[in-house]
């Protein structure tokens, strides 16, 4: 097997590609691998199957490799607005040049805008702007300590995301296993909240309607 190979360094972020696989690492811990990925489809679906409009309004938090947006765009009426909110300014560039084949150059679609920062500054500055929500971040609330006050998946972060949805709105929130009493905070910031099962079955997204 091929070595791995360095394409690009940026801050604390790599890209590193060996045959057709890529990741990425921040500080030297990989954060992500196009091989490991499968679920995203499921995500949007999912997210977007209660859309009712015509020109719904998508915010993905989590770029990645552009799976989730991909797979958004493809299932999403042709009217559709779609936010990106990626912390890192090399993983937006990199999706734009390198990687964007693995995702049908979807950061190219007219329907595709870019925020880079703090998802949680995008969602205090947009209420009640939202239909759809998907979040793709640190591997779901498993992954981060939900009690801390900054975490998008506390309290105060789950009542941001709820304000920002619309009447009729969905939050999806992709997760790599479950996390107790998950559902029940997102009852707890007023969304109907449900769960299903995705890809291999590892895999779940967490429901919040609104």
Not at 90 to 98: D, F, K, M, Q, S
Not at 123 to 130: A, D, E, G, M
Not at 136 to 153: K, R, T
Request: proline content about 4%; hydrophobic content about 40%; some cysteine.
């Amino acid at each position: 097997m091929k070595p791995w190979k360095t394409l690009a360094t940026d801050g604390k972020f790599t890209l590193r590609q060996r045959e057709r696989e890529y990741m990425v690492l921040s500080e030297g811990k990989i954060i992500m691998s196009s091989r490991q990925h499968g679920a995203e489809p499921d995500l949007a679906r999912i997210g977007c199957a209660r859309i009712d409009t015509s020109t719904p309004r998508l915010l993905i938090g989590g770029l990645g490799f552009g799976f989730t947006l991909r797979a958004a765009l493809d299932i999403a009426p042709d009217l559709t607005r779609v936010t990106v909110n990626e912390p890192s300014k090399a993983v937006v560039e990199w999706n734009r040049g390198t990687l964007a084949s693995l995702n049908g150059h979807a950061l190219d679609d007219p329907r595709v805008s870019v925020e880079v920062g703090d998802v949680q500054r995008v969602l205090s500055k947009n209420r009640k702007h939202y239909d759809v929500i998907l979040l793709d971040i640190d591997n779901g609330p498993f992954a981060v300590d939900i009690d801390d006050d900054m975490s998008l998946y506390s309290i105060g972060g789950l009542s941001s995301v709820r304000a920002s949805l619309r009447t009729g709105g969905r939050l999806a929130v992709l997760s790599a296993g479950t996390h107790p009493g998950f559902n029940k905070r997102l009852a707890e910031v007023g969304f109907t909240a449900s769960v299903q099962y995705v890809g291999d079955g590892d895999s779940l997204v967490f429901i919040g309607d609104v």
